[in-house]
């Protein structure tokens, strides 16, 4: 079945550093796939997602562009602030439910001032 | 964005009772409503989608009996987690649609964690 692996956390930055989380899946098809965030005592929110290959997604300084050749969507950030501290999920989305989401582990990522 | 409410955020039973965990869309209607279990530092896992007055359709292992839904209401959704066992503590996300089957971007409630004594 479709699965999504990531990068195990937890990842400690210092601000201002160049983030990257890994993010690679496996699927039939063609999935949709997407980076979802969430933020302490929050629930998750959409931060980006690309659907189809060599799409970039693009939110909030955070970039992911879906490499089909790779089967990867990896996260990145040039500068990280404090306030990105938070879970990251990668997912994906396939098959004939498009709004069901494979989820992969989530990275929890701590920025230090 | 739209909101997407759970309630209780955390409750705390004795074996051998139900819990049910009420998921709302506060500010649009959702013909659709995932949930998901999630265990400490692992991923979410899909549990059942709720459609609303239909019967939900729960994925390959979950126990329908165990794990009651009922989405009577194109804002409401509710698990009931049924005599509960020690096991079944977790930490339950729900997500609703704003579009229609297939369509919409999802919205997720903040979480509501289970521990059963």
């Known amino acids: 079945g479709d699965s999504v692996t990531q990068m195990e956390g937890p990842v400690t930055l210092s601000e201002e550093a160049f983030l990257t989380i890994n993010c690679t899946y496996t699927a039939t098809g063609y999935p949709s796939l997407f980076w979802y965030v969430q933020y302490p005592g929050e629930g998750l929110q959409l931060l980006l997602k690309a659907t189809k290959a060599d799409d970039k997604g693009s939110n909030k300084g955070f970039e992911a562009t879906y490499r089909k050749e790779t089967t990867s969507f990896h996260l990145e950030k040039g500068s990280v602030q404090v306030s990105d501290s938070a879970v990251y999920f990668c997912a994906l989305s396939g098959g004939r439910g498009a709004q069901k989401l494979v989820f992969g582990q989530g990275t929890r990522l701590t920025i230090n001032p | 964005g739209a909101v997407v409410s759970q309630h209780p955020s955390w409750v705390i039973c004795k074996s051998g009772t139900s819990v049910k965990i009420e998921c709302r869309s506060l500010d649009f209607q959702a013909t659709t409503m995932f949930w998901y279990r999630q265990f400490p530092k692992q991923s979410l896992m899909l549990m059942a989608t709720s459609n609303e007055g239909s019967k939900a359709t729960y994925e390959q292992g979950v126990e329908k009996d165990k794990f009651l839904i009922n989405h009577a209401s194109l804002t409401l959704s509710t698990l009931t987690v049924t005599s509960a066992h020690p096991e079944d503590s977790s930490f339950y996300i729900c997500?609703?649609?704003?579009?229609?089957?297939?369509?919409?971007?999802?919205?997720f409630g903040e979480g509501s964690r289970l521990t059963v004594l």
């Open positions: 997500s609703a649609s704003n579009g229609g089957a297939n369509t919409g971007e999802l919205f």
